[in-house]
């Protein structure tokens, strides 16, 4: 049996009030089942046609995603929403890294594209440090 996520009667609730209305075209489906179908992929990694079908179909599901990402709908819900809270005391933040081959950036000698001689002397030196040295001045001071 799946372990499907479905929005809590509170959390529709709240989410509900944010949502873009009178949109024009066809009635969307169902916007929680939808919404939770996003959210169950978001929550699981999977990839959207993977969807599971009580959700409705991975095409809306994808496609409600896309379409309000690019119109900038979710910020707006999620800067709505953040604003009602309170401020919490305390903040925590995660993150992950992935170790990488050394050989997965094009590997050994970078990507092979060379500056020829007559470019090289051309050009000044893309470093941070340059423009500093030749105006006299250090980061350290």
Not at 19 to 48: C, E, F, M, Y
């Amino acid at each position: 049996m799946l372990d499907l996520y479905w929005l809590s009667d509170d959390a529709w609730a709240r989410l509900e009030a944010h949502l873009p209305h009178n949109q024009p075209g066809r009635p969307r489906v169902d916007d929680r089942r939808v919404i939770s179908g996003i959210l169950h992929i978001l929550k699981t990694g999977a990839r959207w046609r993977d969807v599971p079908p009580e959700y409705g179909p991975a095409k809306t599901i994808y496609n409600r995603y896309t379409r309000w990402a690019h119109r900038g709908v979710w910020q707006r819900i999620f800067a709505k929403i953040a604003a009602a809270g309170a401020i919490p005391d305390e903040l925590m933040l995660d993150s992950s890294h992935v170790k990488a081959h050394r050989s997965a950036s094009g590997g050994k000698g970078g990507s092979g594209r060379r500056r020829s001689a007559y470019r090289g002397e051309a050009e000044r030196p893309k470093s941070i440090v340059w423009p500093m040295l030749a105006a006299g001045s250090s980061p350290s001071r």
